[in-house]
């Protein structure tokens, strides 16, 4: 399972706004960057929004604009409080503050023109993916600051912000907010296969697999979703943790290493599956040996002498499997 890396832009935005459509993931995210982790948006009070907004170019032709992302947040009454809009990127976009105002313009716009219709506040989220810092602007003043506007003509005028956040750097602190499937993401992404919470349970393996192979490219991603797809076709739904997937994970990427090794029916192909199969043979053995320590109540200190006296690991090869399995 290799380090996640960057797409271009659009590279992985279809798997992405697949996890985030879901309401407890959607609700999570806002709750997480916006209010602290604390639970103030309910899944049970969102609601699909509309993603399409129009305008009308230079030469007043009507074009369309879409958002990847909107949910009304409703008060339980019929009414509504806010339209939260997720839109996800994955290059830094220079201009990306003009464009955000005409996401969350049209929305206005459209309130306006339904008259009798109810109004809200929009609010919109930038969800940065890539490797690149985000430098450039996040609001108006700081966009025209080369202009020299004079200080007293920004009391006249709106000084529009872009809240981006960048995921692939978020803080401990923040990450540790997040309490659905995007959890596992975010540490996938700070921490490659080293992923804490292995006991978490996933609410919705297919999407998370999804995106978790386009971040990462890797093939063998689609072998375990193929098989989790065909079980929910027969109606079984069987409770997946990190740790069970990851398994599922790794014995679907041997299989199919040994299907293609005989289908090519190279040598060094053999050997290498010969060969990743006693490693991987090896490391079963040594999270079965931890788990089962750990079950019966051994101590770390014990545990770990097993791993060196067993397995012949030095200090950092345990520390590193007591971390991934303990």
Known sequence: MGKPHNKGHGGYDIPQKELESYPDVFADIVNALVYGGEQVVDLRCLRPAETETRYRDRERRLRNQYEDLGRYETDGKGGTRILYLLANQSQVDSR?????????????????????????????????WGRRRWKVSRSMRRFFRRKGIDPRAWEYMDDER????????????????FQSDMRIILEYLADGENMGRLEQEINH????????????????????????????????????????????????GKREGLKEGKQEGL?????????????????????????TCHEIGASFETTAGKLKEKYGLEDSQVKENMTLYW
């Not at 995106?211 to 072998?223: C, F, H, N, P, V």
């Open 96 to 128: 990306m503050l003009l464009r955000k105002c005409g996401y969350v313009g049209g929305y206005y716009r459209g309130q306006y023109e339904r008259q009798a219709g109810e109004s809200c506040p929009v609010m919109e989220l930038v969800l940065y």
């Open 267 to 291: 040598k060094e192909g053999k050997r290498e599956g010969l060969k990743e199969g006693k490693q991987e043979e090896r490391q079963t053995g040594i999270r079965v040996l931890i788990s």
């Open 162 to 177: 872009l809240h981006v956040f960048e995921m692939r750097r978020l803080p401990r602190e923040v990450m540790g907010r």
């Open 205 to 252: 393996p297919v999407a998370l697999l999804e995106l978790m192979q386009a971040l990462s490219g890797d093939g063998r991603y689609k072998i375990v979703i193929d098989d989790l797809m065909k079980e929910e076709k027969t109606g079984e739904r069987r409770k997946w943790t990190v740790c069970k997937l990851m398994d599922k994970y790794w014995g679907g």
